[in-house]
């Protein structure tokens, strides 16, 4: 079986060599987590991006979209808590002079722990065979009891330390861990210090009248200020909801693994906005709601976890992630919170109007309390390429590498290839798109041998391969081949639109969900 390691760089070599992703002005030789979406890439993105507004906000009554911009008031930083506390602990290593988040330093080892439970499990599984009771065994075997424990431990203290801004006892516990760098291997480790993630910039000409302003770290507080607008131009009545797609820019320290981790990312979000004391029955309502999307793409239930949180962020009263198996193991996705109304009330205290609803059932004015879901466009991006890119060995001994992407979100439904450049073939596949690009993005492609062609469709997740022959000249028919199963089939060109709605609509795969 390929290394984690190996399937990665495949991914990273696949999405730049088919034209989905590349480094961000790569001429000048890159700039460090940022990248660029390329002609794949950017239909693909744009696919996922429809089909979360599609389930989010047309398929709910009660949800409305928003385009807020990137730009806002400062103050607006200085009320929602970025300012003064979004930050992150870092640790720089003496020796190798790599700089790391002290909390993930920390993650990492407690996640060991839970993976040395895991291989117990895993083997008492086969050593009991059907008669395994899982949940007596966690309770009662003393070495995943121990390891549980002293996971929990760790993280409840480390949760503990960075609430109360002790940075002294994180540095204590990674000591005491004997947490070592990966890269050098040493304990030589500095202090631990708080580092503010949102990027500067200058709004103004003259450098004594500019206004120091940020770009935004998240698209929520763009909701947050709007909140009223929407409520009352679209007549909102609570429970409600808003939602948008976006760029959001954070200066991460730890900017590796690709996409996963950008400097400059797109984020969907929505802000759940309900009556104060029924936040709790919305959260877990959202955090299901947001699984069965992720799952309605068929990549894999396994593939999936919840993670609820120890260490709540600012605004948090309850907070839990969607983490994805992604190439480098469980991360997250997704984040469903419930923010309770610290964001909307520090907006009223800090521009010193009122953001509240008149509730006519209960006869009274209060600040909603929110349930966000907040989804990073592009590690779903990553969660859907890395998985699908499958290396296949096919019956004749020979391989293919395929990109078995969601069929609704493929960049191109279809390609259509004639046979050969001459006899009219060509001409009769450009009328096949001339009627199918009205529904579909559809492509063109004749140069090499068509089952060279076939390959390249592959590898680019093309689900439909339409072959215009000469027999097409005589009755008006061509193959569709499909990419999964490489089956082919010969129908008529009129049944083309209806074949490849079935498999591709939006409308079959969210019925799924
Ligand atoms: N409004 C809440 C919020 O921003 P978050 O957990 O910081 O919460 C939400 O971010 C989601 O945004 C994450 O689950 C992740 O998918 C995505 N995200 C966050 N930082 C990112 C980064 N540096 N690069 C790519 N995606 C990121």
């Known amino acids: ?74 103050t607006t930083w200085k009320a929602s808590g970025h300012v003064d506390a979004f930050n992150d602990p870092l640790i720089d290593n003496k020796d190798s002079k790599r700089r790391y988040r002290a909390d993930v330093l920390i993650e990492d080892y407690a996640e060991k722990l839970n993976q040395k439970a895991v291989k117990e499990i895993e083997k008492a599984k086969v050593r009991f065979g059907d008669a395994f009771n899982e949940a007596e065994f966690v309770a009662t075997n003393a070495r995943v009891v121990e390891y549980k424990a002293k996971e929990r431990a760790i993280l409840e203290r480390m949760a503990r330390s960075l609430g109360n801004e002790d940075l002294a006892d994180v540095k204590a516990l990674i000591e005491e861990l004997e947490i070592a760098c990966p890269e050098s291997g040493s304990r030589n480790w500095t202090e631990v210090r708080q580092f503010n993630l949102m990027f500067g910039t200058k709004l103004g000409a003259s450098a004594d009248s500019a206004m120091d302003l940020y770009l935004r770290p998240e698209t929520a507080q763009g909701i947050f200020v709007n909140f009223l607008n929407v409520q009352k131009s679209g007549r909102m009545k609570i429970p409600f909801g808003i939602a948008q797609t976006g760029k959001a820019f954070r200066n991460e320290i730890v900017a590796r693994q690709f996409i996963f981790r950008m400097r400059e990312f797109e984020q969907m979000e929505m802000q759940f906005f309900v009556r104060p004391g029924e936040e709790m029955k919305h959260y877990e309502f959202w955090k299901e709601a947001r699984l069965k999307w992720h799952l309605s793409l068929g990549l894999g239930r396994e593939n999936y976890r919840f993670h609820d949180h120890e260490k709540l962020a600012h605004y948090a009263n309850a907070a839990a992630d969607i983490e994805f198996n992604f190439p480098f193991g469980f991360k997250e996705l997704e984040g469903i919170h419930s923010r309770t109304d610290f964001d909307l009330k520090a907006h009223e205290q800090y521009s010193g109007r009122k953001l509240q609803y008149f509730d006519a059932e209960l006869n009274q004015n209060y600040v909603p309390y929110v349930v966000e879901t907040s989804v990073g466009l592009d590690r779903m991006f990553l969660a859907v390429f890395a998985t699908s890119l499958k290396e296949e060995t096919l019956e004749d001994g020979s391989t293919r590498t395929v990109l078995k992407l969601p069929t609704v979100l493929a960049p191109t439904k279809a390609a259509v290839l004639p046979l050969v450049k001459k006899d009219g073939l060509p001409e009769i596949a450009h009328q096949i798109i001339a009627d199918l690009r009205w529904d579909f993005n559809v492509a063109y492609d004749e140069k090499d041998a068509v089952g060279r062609r076939y390959r390249r469709q592959d590898a680019l997740g093309t689900p439909f391969c339409i072959t215009v022959d000469h027999q097409t000249v005589e009755d008006q028919t061509v193959t569709i081949r499909h990419r999964d199963t490489m089956k082919q089939d010969r129908v008529k060109i009129t049944d083309l639109k209806s074949i490849i709605e079935n498999e591709v609509s939006m409308k079959n795969w969210l019925m799924k969900m």
Do not use: C, T
């Open 1 to 74: 079986m390929a290394k984690q390691e190996d399937i990665f760089k495949n991914v990273v070599s696949h999405a730049k060599e088919y034209g989905f992703i590349f480094p961000s002005s790569e001429v000048y030789d890159g700039l460090s987590a940022v990248y660029d979406y390329a002609q794949n890439g950017v239909e693909l993105k744009k696919n996922i991006r429809e089909y979360w507004w599609k389930a989010m906000v047309q398929m709910n009554d009660n949800i409305v979209g928003l385009d807020a911009a990137i730009l806002m008031h400062p």
